[in-house]
């Protein structure tokens, strides 16, 4: 099942941009721009403070797909 996230869009209402969110969580531009694009899904200690540093729940920021099977 993949999981998909609306960090991109999240961030962008925030006003915050790629390098900003990059510099707060310590990880590189390309990461977050990799998580955005769904090429990539963040470690849980990742993922922990995305949500932390939005102050949002995890379902608001992370979608778990249903498998079609």
Known sequence: MPVTNK???IRKEKGISQVKMAEDLQVT???INAI????????LELSLKII???????EAVF???EDDR
């Open 36 to 43: 955005e694009k769904h090429k990539y899904n963040p470690s």
């Open 52 to 58: 932390k540093y939005f102050s949002m729940p995890i």
């Open 7 to 9: 960090i991109r869009e």
């Open 29 to 31: 531009r390309q990461t």
């Open 63 to 65: 979608t778990l797909e």
